[in-house]
């Protein structure tokens, strides 16, 4: 059966951060110095769903969806990252699973967004190989609990963003900018992934996928130049995470001053940069049972200004915005979904859009939030999917981001993706008319 489904991250909506032997992540951390969010929002409280979720449950079975995307808080099951477990993480994520059971929904756990322990960053976080293993232990410990439960399990979210943002340019925890440095996060990550796979299996899971942020990279014109450096951003941000799962090879990434191993030139060979060693690829290549996307927008990419990297980042320009400013392609999810098929052909497991949404500028008002934007949105870009299919992509779900306003990261409160409004003062839920759209396009999608 397609899933239709809504999204959400730990960190984004469950509060209750020194409640019942949680350990600190790097997001606690990141949040709590200086300049580092918008106006210095924290997760602290955030849309507590930690005492919450029940209410939360039942707005799922509101809303019909028969999947529902969470993340697992690696610190409330490991607070040290590894080590002694906290058996009362681990009861909070089986209440919430057992209740989403019996509501009819089924529970896509994601092992890892983006909230590194503290004590592991401490030790290098994921410049750090053995973070790999022990990210494939923590997977045992949770999948031990759940995995006679749980069918479907996704190992990473992002692993581009948080290599990015958090260890490239240092808008997101932990704060590192080390730009081109950061690359071993990739690869680290990656073995994760596949260590993780092995452990998820071995506990008796059915499906594992992975997540990964993709975009279409749209060059800024026809000139050399400006194709080069799309190809380089298309690397750096697809393939660089795509082919090693899919293909179990690496992209040639000469556009970064890194050989291909065993090839003449300058600059390091690709295993040194990465850390790559005998057998890595194998792991992180074993088979999946599905590809996860979360896609928001295109790229445009131009040929490289002057700060060391091999392109620059245009802008799409023409199509409305959201309030993030984020440009609105709804046919971009087609492009990006056959565009897959046509690189990774037989290669290319089951699809599944596990995010896609926006932010808007939502009121509420006595008579509730009428987010047609976001309705908007919605149905556009289900209609983008639909024809992906149509066009032979074998796509099998597709999860809103997200069910609740949220803690949006750097952004603090500021930017709201929710299906359901949340008043951050008091934690008052209200579904917006986009719960009240997607509600009747799933009755209508299921109804035999
Ligand atoms: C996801 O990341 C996260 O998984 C989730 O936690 C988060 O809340 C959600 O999206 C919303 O942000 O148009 O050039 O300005 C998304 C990563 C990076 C995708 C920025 C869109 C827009 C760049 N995003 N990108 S641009």
């Known amino acids: 059966m397609f899933l ?38 924290t997760g602290d409280v955030a849309c507590d769903h930690y005492h919450r979720w029940r209410e939360d449950v039942a707005l799922m079975s509101g809303l019909g969806v028969n999947a529902y995307r969470f993340s697992i808080a690696w610190t409330r099951v490991l607070p040290e990252g590894s080590g002694a477990v906290n058996p009362k993480g681990l009861d909070f994520y089986e209440r919430l699973v057992d209740a989403l059971l019996e509501a009819g929904v089924t529970p896509v756990p994601t092992l890892f967004h983006w909230d590194l322990p503290q004590a592991l960053e401490d030790r290098g ?17 949770v999948a031990e609990r759940l995995a006679d439960r749980v069918p479907t399990w996704i190992t990473l979210n992002e692993p581009f963003i948080h290599m990015a943002w958090g260890y490239g340019l240092g808008v997101h925890a932990p704060g590192r900018a080390l730009l081109l440095d950061a690359l071993p996060v990739a690869h680290h990550q990656l073995l994760g992934h596949g260590l993780a796979a092995q452990a998820l299996r071995a506990a008796g899971a059915r499906e594992v996928l992975i997540t990964n942020n993709c975009t279409p990279v749209w060059p800024a014109s026809g000139s050399e130049e400006d194709l080069a450096a799309a190809a380089a951003y298309d690397t750096l941000h697809n393939r660089l995470f795509n082919d090693p799962v899919l293909l179990g090879t690496y992209p040639d990434l000469t556009a970064y001053g890194i050989r291909p191993d065993g090839a003449a030139g300058d600059g390091p060979e690709l295993s040194a940069a990465l850390g790559i060693r005998d057998g890595d690829l194998a792991v992180i290549s074993a088979p999946l049972d599905g590809l996860g996307v979360n896609y928001y927008n295109p790229t445009r990419i131009a040929a490289p200004a002057d700060d060391g990297l091999p392109f620059t980042d245009a802008g799409v320009t023409g199509y409305p915005t959201t309030a993030f400013g984020w440009p609105v392609v709804p046919d971009g999810l087609r492009e990006l979904l056959t565009g897959l098929r046509e690189r990774y052909g037989q290669a290319l497991p089951p699809v599944y859009v596990t995010e896609n949404g926006c932010s808007q500028a939502d009121e509420l008002t006595p008579d509730g939030v009428d987010d047609q934007g976001r309705v908007a949105y919605l149905r556009d870009h289900v209609a983008a ?14 999860f809103v981001w997200s069910l609740l306003d949220n803690f949006e990261w750097a952004e603090g409160y500021h930017q709201r993706f929710g299906l359901v409004h949340v008043d951050f003062a008091t934690g008052e839920r209200t579904p917006k008319a986009s719960y009240g759209w997607y509600r009747d396009h799933i009755a209508a999608a299921l109804r035999p």
């Open 4 to 41: 239709w489904g809504t999204a959400t991250a730990a960190y984004q909506i469950e509060g209750a951060v020194a409640e019942d032997g949680r350990g600190a992540s790097i997001w606690d951390t990141f949040v709590h110095e200086p300049g580092r969010t918008r106006d210095g929002h």
């Open 385 to 398: 999917l639909e024809r992906a299919r149509e066009q032979g992509v074998d796509v099998r779900g597709y």
């Open 125 to 141: 976080g994921w410049l750090e190989r053995d973070v790999s293993g022990l990210f494939a232990e923590y997977a045992a410990v």
